[in-house]
């Protein structure tokens, strides 16, 4: 199904999509305390007073409270049997979810091994999410990108909000709804994934690091956000709920600016340029050294810095990991170690990402693997004393 399809696809069958999702006379929501309401995050970010980090924290925290507010009250019971209406098509909605395990499995073959150690709820849920962003992701980077509008951004987020309130257009959507009714979920990452792809129709350059730093606030680190309550925290984790959260927002800005870095020339023959203006200038280089493709010392001195810069978040995304619950971080280490790897294959290039493609091998990824799973048994103290050794 194309991206314009998912977009503009009518709601004729929102009505049997229903039959998909538990409810016993009213929609089953995780509840969330008023004052702690995420209402404020687009106003946050609007607010130009701060850097971006400070009002993405800002963001953080808010995301973090609600969540520790929730475990406060009472603890997920994913065995509880949900009561429900007799409408619920249960076949439909398993294999809705089976559908969003065969596409993460397509698409994101490590990362979709390591969620079969997670519970099946749980495992369910993180494709379900996963299928969301990458579709939403088709929309500007896909085949059919050309054609999307301004309009048609607005309508998924009217579809998005549909479905968040029980109303699905299709089987995809069926298994998110589903997912969020079950996980303390905020529709805001995802309001703000959106937000992202709008950049992309209207912005092609960034003029410093605090705007790249918002982009990929909105691309790629509300999937950390998104992820953290479905993947739970590790009982024993004496961490804060927040310190966790920035953790999953580290590994995602670390994750895009990687996917920055990889594909430099990619971008550049789209007109694209992901690369902080400023700090281009500074190191002597312009929009027409990106467009040349060629790599000089400049070039090298820039691609060190930026690759050191990408480093500190995937450091920072390694405190988080560990904390938590064991199930489920096999998938998020394969994919931290893997993505690091990426910047070790530029290097390997000799930062040539205008014409070459950094990529991790096979062999390296079947070895990453368990290393992966190593440190996924490690409990947070344990891997804090492995560290400090």
Known sequence: MSAILWVVSPKENAQSLLSLIPRNGRRRRCKFNSRLSLSAYSNAVANPSRSSEERVYELVLKQAALVRELRK??????????????????????????????????YAKTFYLGTLLMTPERRRAIWAIYVWCRRT?????????????????????????????????????????????????DVQPFKDMIEGMRLDLRKSRYDNFDELYLYCYYVAGTVGLMSVPVMGIAPKSKVSTERIYNAALALGIANQLTNILRDVGEDARRGRIYLPQDELACSGLSDEDIFRGKVTDKWRSFMKGQIKRARMFFDEAEKGVAELSSASRWPVWASLLLYRQ??????????????KRAYVGKAKKLVSLPAAYGRALLGPSKLVELVKR
Request: include cysteine.
């Open 73 to 106: 009250e009472s603890a997920l019971d994913l065995g509880k049997t949900i009561e429900t209406d007799g409408t619920t098509d249960w076949n439909l909605l398993n294999k809705a979810y089976e559908r969003c395990g065969e596409v993460c499995a397509e």
């Open 342 to 355: 990426i910047l070790d294959a530029i290097e390997a290039n000799d930062y040539n990402n205008f014409t």
């Open 137 to 185: 992701d088709e929309l500007v980077d896909g085949p059919n990108a050309s054609h999307i509008t301004p309009k048609a951004m607005e309508r998924w987020e009217k579809r998005l909000t549909d479905l968040f309130e029980g109303r699905p257009y299709d089987m995809y959507d069926a298994a998110l709804s589903d997912t969020v009714s079950k996980f303390p979920v």
